[in-house]
Structures are given as C-alpha cells and as structure tokens.
T-cell receptor
Framework: DAGITQSPRHKVTETGTPVTLRCHQT?????MYWYRQDPGHGLRLIHY???????DKGEVSDGYSVSRSKTEDFLLTLESATSSQTSVYFC?????????????FGPGTRLLVL | DAKTTQPPSMDCAEGRAANLPCNHS???????VYWYRQIHSQGPQYIIH???NNETNEMASLIITEDRKSSTLILPHATLRDTAVYYC?????????FGKGTKLTVNP
C-alpha cells in the first residue's frame, strides 16, 4: 500500500466541460505521475511532477494540464473534456525500494465523456 | 515505444510455476528491468526489479541473462489470483514505458 488515493473514482461528464482529477499521497514523495490507459494500449504518461510547482510533460499531454501546489496533491485538469479523453486515469508516486526508485500506482479514476 | 517484447498471452495450471519471458535486446547499462502486473480494473502492482543479478522476493523471482538482453519472471506456485496482465519494462525509473504485456491465465 503506497498511501495513494484518487478522487473521484468514477465520473461521467459532457463534452466541453472542465474536469479535475485529484491524486493524494500520504508519504511525502517528491515524484508523482499521471497516466491514462485505453483498450489496446498500455499505460501512457500524461504529465509528471518532480516537486511542488515543478511539472513536465509526458507522451500524451495535449489537452491536459496539471498543478502541484503542495507535496501531497497532484491535480490533473481537462480544460474542455472531449470524448477521446474517455479513459481510466492512474496516478503514481515514486518511492525507494531495495535502493532503487520504483513507481507505485493508485486505484484509478474511470472517466466517461459523453 | 516500449523497449521490450513479450508474448501476448500464456496459460498456466494452478499450483505450477509460471515462467513469463521478456526480450529487451536494446537495454542500456544503467536501465533496470521492472515487472508489474495489472489485475482487471485495478492499478498496476509492482512485482520485482533487477539490474544484473537474479532477484527474489515474496512474490516472484527474476532471472536476467548474463548479456541482459532477456529476462524471465517466475511465479513459483501460480494461483487463480495471479491471473493478470504482466508488464516487463526497462527503465532508469524516472519514466516507465508500458507495452501491451502478457495476459497470464491461471487455470484450475
């Protein structure tokens, strides 16, 4: 258990509306990540953060923005949701195990954009 | 693109060892081999990782060939709850690139 929660766990929204997903950690880890997962694909990195106010893009960042105003929370925002953003979104943190940093994942948020 | 090649699916009998292969012929010297699994609808679960030496933990064993171009994840006594998609990833840990993995089905 890596102390990660995601909210909401399920959301249905309409095209064009803004959506914010929250990832919360309890262990004060520096690195946090947002991935999406779609049928036929593995997980794909959207954005990641390496500290408060420090973020960078992943391979599928278009249409998404992120914010990290405090260590424990990493927010993913869809400014104007589209049907192509229907997906399962996973948050991850990076922590040290056996002298090597390893990612641990949250339970996911299922988002349906109608 | 993922830097690993895995068979799309495998079957295993309950109680038997499950041996999941992974090819990573372009692995760099500072990249680790990670294994994760994803049980239906859940977040990926870390299993094990290694650099050069074979590794074992409470979940599995990881065998890495001497040239590091391939590895095998071993679940010594597979149970029905081990049915999942298993991902082999090579990375320096900053960014993980997931491929399509191997769908392991453990049969009773």
């Amino acid at each position: 258990d890596a102390g990660i929660t995601q909210s909401p766990r399920h959301k249905v929204t309409e095209t064009g509306t803004p959506v914010t997903l929250r990832c919360h950690q309890t262990e004060n880890h520096r690195y946090m990540y947002w991935y999406r997962q779609d049928p036929g694909h593995g997980l794909r990195l959207i954005h990641y953060s390496y500290g408060v106010k420090d973020t960078d893009k992943g391979e599928v960042s278009d249409g998404y923005s992120v914010s990290r105003s405090k260590t424990e929370d990493f927010l993913l925002t869809l400014e104007s949701a589209t049907s192509s953003q229907t997906s399962v979104y996973f948050c991850a943190i990076r922590k040290t195990r056996d002298s090597q940093e390893t990612q641990y994942f949250g339970p996911g948020t299922r988002l349906l954009v109608l | 693109d993922a830097k690993t090649t895995q068979p799309p699916s495998m079957d295993c009998a309950e109680g038997r060892a499950a041996n999941l292969p992974c090819n990573h012929s372009t692995i760099s010297g500072n990249e680790y081999v990670y294994w994760y699994r994803q049980i239906h609808s859940q977040g990926p679960q870390y299993i094990i990782h290694g650099l050069k030496n074979n590794e074992t933990n409470e979940m599995a064993s990881l065998i890495i060939t001497e040239d590091r171009k391939s590895s095998t994840l071993i679940l010594p006594h597979a149970t029905l709850r081990d049915t999942a998609v298993y991902y082999c990833i090579v990375s320096t840990s900053e960014k993980l690139v997931f491929g399509k993995g191997t769908k392991l089905t453990v049969n009773p």
